[in-house]
């Protein structure tokens, strides 16, 4: 299967780990990714372009989708927050013939066109979807059985449920439990699983985003969670990031890992830590690394 | 068809204080909503059963609750769409972010207030007019869609923002200056939008949706303070760090086509503020020693050119 | 004990309305209301607001017609004259105030047809205008600072030598009961729907004010006059506004037919309410109908129009229908609606006890008659409102409180303690239905001899049976449950003020249709039907309907 891929500005820039970690979970699963083929594809606007912009970001996105639209190929993101812009301004887009027309025409000094077929899809979505759970199950040679997971999916992969096609596609909604579950591990539910992680506010609102980061990563320790996973890097730079400071603000500890979606794939998978950059983390992934080596 | 309820129960006037969850069992129909089977537990099953609830229809705005995890009206949510596939009960629980006081029932005082504080009523000019005020239909159209927020609460008792920072505005507030920000007729947005810029207002939102999914009469009520941002930015108020956050995120994108995550953090919190500066050391020397630092030199995009004239070609048609 | 010059009871348009006015013309106004103002049930108006605005080249004689006939000339011409003539500024004031409205291309107001009217005067706000409207007034309340008790519910009126000086109520978060003196009370508490089962009214319709007024010795008139609306949908009963039609929607029957074209060649589908009502009724009894309903067909509308004007009852009928109107025609069949009946009362809203008011559906001016325009309710909410809240300012000058003390609340709070103490015996949810599902079937669209005797026997046994409630909840703090005695005790009176009304009226007019006596009789039925409380059984007067300019004619659509 093969995808024009967008890895989106963090996953080039703060988060090269999780990059390299889709390369190689990618590779083994057979999903052949084209890069060339957005070339040049900009920022989403990640929401905060829409803030001064709307039709701005619109015609940006609508851009990265005629890009892909002339590959021929499906689109593939790494990043929630890239899915959920690119799902709304999709829908924006794909709604209304006349907001298109007016977008197609700023698009059309360079030559380009969007025709309305493209329908982006996170790596989770397409594990879960196009190759199935049961293709993953597969492919595994390592269970990380007797671990324990928290999945936090970062808002853009979960709302609104209409842009993201959430009830034509209810299995979205489970679609990480699905994957732990897979990989042999045990999923720990917790009260902010589907809430915001802070990142949004981190430079607005210090203290509300830190206190996000506590709640969500204590709630998830304390019920047992060896590590979180989340498939959004933004999520992952406040989760992991700003954790020392969330500990600090909850007065206690915390030291639960954040890892990528296609980090924790890759372990079963049996790929090398260190390939994934795991080591590359700012919370210490050590622990949890060296449990994996010694367990069964 | 037999329907199982779990409802939170709340007695005020109990010794323990404590708030315990309660089993029911109601016989209802395929068409029957959460309402109806709440409205037969109190009627036939358990008088001391306590919720607010009036029109039915989805207009009054009484009856908002969590159901399942989520807020939304109970009148007009269906018990077939919220019927766990598992087999476990419908979980019925009072709207979150505002105190309890009984069963279902919660005290409104501190959404009143905030609504208040918008100063929510027209505000026009000196001249009155002849007869009605001369305002587009279009407007009215797109008013419309925020006039019909029902003041239900569920926005309110979902929002992420308040959960940890109850000096948020919160949405339907934020929801209700706009409606004001937005009217044709209104002349203080001077007055409002420098009241909205303040800590509390419209840059505390997270942007996490929870308000525009649970809104039971598609208020959007995040789109709305998006578009205050977007008022606020123009009308000059370009000093607080979520503007200054908007407005370098859109300088990076016209000149390289994506983000500069080195600098976008120090543009954000203002280069003068040396206090959150000297936050970010910390992290800027663990993301160092971790080597996940963004590159030191950002590199423009190859088609950075054809992404600077759709700025320019957009933003002049504004 | 508290005092106040002015209270007023109900915060939905006549009640804010009246506090308004009140307020601004200087008195010390307080609004106790049970539920939350924005919560008032004026909300679920849907479709619009009367006005003949004359720079639109309409006329106010002609919308005062209009009503006239509308009312099957059981309304008081004199009252319907100050309503139709002030309606354009009660319009006019509403957006000034903020009120959104649809426009025309000009950007002036624009208007939608309604029922029996044969001008297009309705104004309004897409199909939400009680809500627009309502949350107005509600912002008007709060920038003027108007005291509103949120959640307290009215006991009962104090009424000492014929004159009402306040109320007994209780404060529904705390279960505390206080005695309020005011020079004035003026009931705006709204309808009576919850007496009948279907009713597309909110379930705190429950009659409180007309019982309230009852009890303390007012009149109750017209209460035979009760409107079914004839786009209820089907099931729940919720509403569909009368705008779907406004707006071009047809009727059809089983067989596909437009059957409005042969009852009302001219109007149509906006033949008068009790008119279409009726028709439906007779399609559906006569074979014609769909799984009891009649059809509401939309479709010719087209997708834009609908989610422009008619967003709202789209959204109603794919929620609690499973029909997308844009796609498929929607079952709708009559469905109560509302009460061209209430307490007696004045163009200034003065009722028969000095000191005690009555605006808007608790009321009757008689502005509907024996049957209501679509979009003249909130009219009427609005201009008697402020007319009942600038005379109560204005009359408070010249009184002082009666002396009145805490004692007062004593009938009140033996009443609760003996409700409380009630054995497990009747469930209010029971007599209720009882009571609803018997009004609704005795006194319908179509009544005879017969049934409405049926009607009476049923309101003496639920009054019977609504003394002795079990009320589960025993606390203090929001007891919803002992509340829902009380107002079952409320409708009760109400449900006989209706039959023992109903069974006098021997002809057919308005809402009121015999099929026993199909005709209707101007010769001997010119007049008002007036019931009062006497003891545990009530009395019967009659007064003579007044007109002004226009003589009772046939009437046809």
């Known amino acids: 299967m093969k995808y024009a891929f967008y890895p989106g500005c963090v996953a080039r820039g703060a988060c090269p780990e999780l990059y390299s970690a889709t390369l190689e979970v990618c590779e083994i699963l057979g999903i052949e990714l084209d890069e060339q083929a957005l070339e040049g594809a900009a920022c989403t606007g990640a929401g905060v372009l829409q803030e001064k912009n709307l039709l701005l970001a619109d015609t940006l996105n609508a851009r990265t989708f005629a890009l892909a639209e002339k590959s021929g190929l499906p689109l593939m993101t790494i990043c929630s927050t890239c899915q959920g812009v690119m799902s709304q301004a999709n829908q924006r887009l794909t709604e209304d013939p006349e907001y298109l027309a007016k977008v197609n025409e700023t698009l059309a000094d360079e030559g380009l066109e969007y025709k309305g077929t493209i329908d982006p899809k996170h790596l989770l979505w397409i594990i879960a979807e196009d190759l199935g759970i049961d293709f993953l199950e597969s492919k595994i040679v390592r269970k990380l059985e007797g671990f324990k997971f928290a999945p936090f999916y970062g808002c853009y992969i979960v709302r609104p449920s209409k842009a993201l096609k959430l009830d034509e596609n209810p299995n979205r909604k489970q679609a990480l439990e699905q994957v732990i579950e897979t990989v042999g591990a045990e999923v720990v539910e917790f009260p902010g699983s589907t809430l915001c992680c802070g990142f949004p506010i981190l430079t607005i609102n210090p203290k509300n985003s830190q206190t996000m980061v506590a709640n969500h990563t204590i709630d998830a320790k304390d019920r047992g969670a060896d590590a979180m996973v989340t498939p959004c890097p933004l999520c992952h730079l406040n989760l992991d990031g700003y954790q020392p400071n969330a500990a600090a603000l909850a007065k206690r500890d915390i030291d639960l890992p954040i890892i990528h979606l296609p980090q924790l794939v890759g372990l079963a998978l049996g790929i090398a830590p260190e390939k994934m950059r795991l080591n590359k983390h700012l919370v210490s992934t050590k622990k949890l690394l060296s449990e994996l080596a010694v367990a069964p | ?318 | 004990m508290i005092d106040h010059d002015v209270l007023i009871i109900g915060a939905g348009l006549a009640g804010l309305r009246a506090a308004l006015s009140a307020k601004e013309a200087g008195a010390d106004v307080a609004v106790v209301t049970k539920v939350h103002p924005v919560r008032s049930h004026s909300n679920a108006a849907q479709g619009g607001i009367n006005a003949a605005l004359t720079d639109r080249g309409d006329d106010w004689r002609d919308h005062a017609y209009d009503t006239i006939k509308g009312s099957d000339f059981l309304g008081d011409q004199d009252a319907i004259e100050v309503m139709c003539r002030e309606a354009g500024d009660e319009v006019i004031s509403m957006e000034n105030m903020g009120a959104i409205f649809n426009r025309d291309e000009n950007g002036k107001l624009g208007t939608r047809s309604f029922g029996g009217q044969r001008e297009a005067r309705t104004f309004f706000v897409a199909d939400f205008t009680g809500q627009a409207l309502l949350h107005v007034l509600y912002e008007q309340i709060v920038k003027a600072g108007a005291f509103v008790y949120e959640e307290w519910f009215v006991l009962s009126l104090i009424v000492r030598d014929g004159k009402c000086g306040g109320v007994v109520m209780m404060d529904i978060r705390t279960g505390k009961i206080e005695v309020v003196r005011a020079k004035a009370v003026i009931l705006a508490t709204g309808g009576l729907g919850r007496v009948f089962e279907p009713s597309t009214n909110a379930l705190i319709c429950t009659g409180d004010g007309m019982s309230l007024a009852y009890r303390a010795g007012a009149e109750l008139m017209d209460m035979e006059m009760v409107q079914y609306h004839p786009t209820t949908l089907k099931g729940s009963g919720v509403l569909l506004s009368e705008a779907a039609r406004g707006e071009g929607a047809y009727l059809l029957n089983s067989e596909n037919e437009r059957f409005m074209l042969k009852y009302a060649p001219e109007f149509k589908e906006l033949a008068s309410r009790d008119v279409v009502s009726r028709c439906e009724q007779t399609e559906i009894d006569e074979g014609r109908g769909v799984d009891g309903c009649v059809l509401l067909d939309l479709r010719h509308l087209g997708e834009k129009y609908i989610s422009e004007r008619l967003s709202q009852i789209r959204e109603l009928a794919m929620d609690f229908a499973n029909v997308d109107m844009v796609k498929e025609p929607v079952p709708v069949m009559p469905g109560m609606h509302y009460a061209m009946g209430g307490v007696k009362a004045d163009i200034d809203g003065k009722t028969a006890i000095p000191g005690l008011y009555a605006a808007g559906e608790v009321a009757c001016i008689s502005v509907h008659g024996g049957n209501r325009l679509g979009a003249n309710s909130l009219l009427d909410t609005l201009v008697f409102g402020r007319r009942s809240g600038i005379h109560a300012a204005e009359m408070i000058k010249s009184v002082q409180h009666l002396s009145i003390d805490d004692s007062a609340a004593q009938d009140d709070i033996d009443n609760i303690n003996s409700l409380l103490s009630n054995e497990k015996n009747e469930s209010f949810g029971q007599v209720r239905l009882d009571m609803g599902t018997g009004m609704k079937n005795h006194l319908g669209v179509y009544r005879d001899q017969n049934s409405m005797e049926k009607a009476l026997e049923l309101v003496k046994d639920v009054k019977e049976r609504a003394k002795s409630i079990y009320v589960a909840d025993k606390s203090k703090t929001f007891n919803t449950n002992l509340m829902f005695s009380i107002e079952l005790g409320f409708m009760t009176e109400c449900a006989e003020a209706i039959a023992a009304s109903a069974i006098q009226r021997k002809e057919s007019r308005g809402a009121h249709t015999r099929t026993d006596m199909p005709d209707r009789d101007d010769e001997n039925w010119l007049k008002h039907i007036l019931v009062t409380k006497k003891d545990d059984s009530h009395d019967i007067s009659f007064l003579d309907v007044i007109i002004t300019d226009w003589e009772p004619v046939i009437r046809q659509y």
Not at chain 2, 52 to 69: D, F, T, V
Not at chain 2, 159 to 167: F, Y
Not at chain 2, 276 to 292: C, D, T, V
């Open chain 2, 1 to 318: 068809m037999e329907v199982n309820f779990k409802v939170q129960r709340f007695d005020p006037e109990s010794t323990d204080l404590v708030s315990h969850y309660q089993n029911y069992q109601v016989e209802m129909t395929e068409s029957s909503t959460v309402l109806d089977g709440l409205i037969k537990i109190r009627e036939e099953d358990d008088g001391t059963l306590s919720l607010r609830c009036s029109c039915r229809a989805a207009i009054c705005g009484s009856c908002a609750m969590r159901i399942n995890g989520e807020a939304g009206l109970a009148c007009n949510t269906k018990i077939v769409d919220v019927i766990p596939s598992d087999g476990s009960p419908i979980t019925i629980e009072p709207a979150g972010n505002l105190p309890v006081i009984k069963d279902l029932i919660v005290d409104f005082q501190p959404f009143w207030s905030k609504f208040k504080a918008v100063e929510p009523w027209l505000q026009p000019g000196e001249i009155e007019p002849e007869g009605e005020y001369l305002a587009p239909e279009e407007d009215m159209i797109h008013l419309a869609g925020v006039v019909s927020c029902i003041l239900c609460g569920a926005c309110v008792s979902d929002c992420t923002v308040l959960e940890v920072d109850d000096n948020f505005l919160g949405p339907a507030a934020l929801a209700k200056a706009y409606r004001f920000s937005r009217d044709p007729r209104d002349e203080s947005d001077n007055q409002r939008l420098a009241q909205l810029n303040q800590p509390g207002g419209v840059w505390d939102c997270t942007r996490c949706m929870k308000c525009v999914e649970v809104c039971p009469k598609g208020v959007d009520p995040m789109d709305r303070i998006m578009l205050l941002r977007e008022k606020v930015m123009d009308a000059g108020h370009n000093n607080t760090s979520g503007a200054r956050h908007a407005n370098a995120f859109a300088k990076f994108l016209k000149n390289s086509g994506w983000l500069d995550e080195l600098r976008l953090p120090v543009l954000s919190f203002g280069i003068f503020n040396i206090k959150a500066m000297i936050g970010l050391i910390p992290l800027g020397i663990r993301s160092q020693l971790a080597g996940k630092r963004p590159p030191i030199f950002h590199h423009k995009l190859s088609s950075a050119k054809e992404i600077k004239k759709i700025f320019e070609k957009v933003e002049s048609k504004k």
